[in-house]
């Protein structure tokens, strides 16, 4: 049966099963791209179905798209009719008409964050591959999530072992499919492990550039209802200096640069500091050094790296923290399992805990001199990808 929702106005009748064939009914659309009250019929009413002539709007018949929501309202024996639906189907021809279902409903997992402070956005990069990028993300959103946070994981890097392969989770899916409009965002999220959230991206954010403003409008109200859910968005960026990489952690509210003492890990580290640095001062870019003996190697390399990129670059940058090298890290990934509950005394599983408090400690929020932009995340994807 169809769901009211919070924002729909006060009524008797909530279930379109009262309506009868042939009743006028008016479709309220106020979407981006469709504003208007439209008049139909009913065709054909059942639960959690109502199908109804094309709507009409001063003689022309309106296309209403697919997954436009609507407010259907009419006049029933028990009282004004009132219901939030979306168009789940459009058909042409001589059985032309509308079929209206229930708006999507968030999934059950996905919990309401507190009001007031904004979503904060996490870009987890690298100049190399292969560093452990995506083993960190996966562990520290659960790590953060242990922590109380509400946390949202977007897989971006299409290169290598992603996101879902590392905790067997199977999409179906992705990203992609939100902006072609055939699934809404809540149908694409999948639940990961200790209450995170996994919105696989697939192709879906390389897309960005080739949007049309509709297409565009519609994903960035997804993303809104996605981020009342959401305290902390960790966007898994992928490594290496492709406009792909840059420009999400440009849009971030700030970034994790991940490095191992190896070399070259560090000098393409370097690398990718040296683009960023020519975009002037960033959000915030903290360094976490990965596969250390100990915390002392760990900070030897910090504190060359810290110096270098200040001086050389002139890029702050700041250190979190590190994980030691410990082999619990890959069984994990082999068994399809995080490593806070595989191994929870393990001590990679205690350096990702001490990473996330540090996170939680250093807060969120742009610089105080840093210039004003967009407040979503996906408008500013936009306006770098569209540059
Ligand atoms: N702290 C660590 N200790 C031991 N091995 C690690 C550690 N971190 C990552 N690895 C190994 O590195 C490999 C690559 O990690 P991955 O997260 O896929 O890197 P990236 O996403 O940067 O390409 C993993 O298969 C894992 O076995
Ligand atoms: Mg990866």
Known sequence: MPQQRDDAPPTAVTDWAVLQPGQPVTLRADSPLHKGVYACSVLEASADRLRVSMPMDQGKIVLVPVGTPVLVQGETPHGPLAIQARVIDRQGGSARSLLLGPLPQPPRYLGRRQPGTPTRTIAITSGKGGVGKTALVVNLAVALSELGQRVCVIDGDLGTANVDIILNLAPRWNLAHVISGEKDIYDVLVEGPAGVVILPGGSGLQELTALDDRQFAKLRNQFARLERYTDILILDTGSGLSRS?????????????????EPHAITDAYALLKVLAQYGPQQPIRLVVNRVRDAREAQDIARK????????????????????EDPVVGTAIRRQQDLLSWAPRSRAAEDIRRLASALLEAGGGPPPDAAPRPRSLVQRLRSLFGR
């Open 245 to 261: 990489v840059t420009n999400f952690i440009l849009a971030a509210d700030e970034t994790l640069m991940v490095t191992t003492p």
């Open 305 to 324: 790296m810290l110096f270098a990129s200040q001086r050389f670059l002139g890029v702050e940058l700041a250190f979190l923290g590190h994980v030691s």
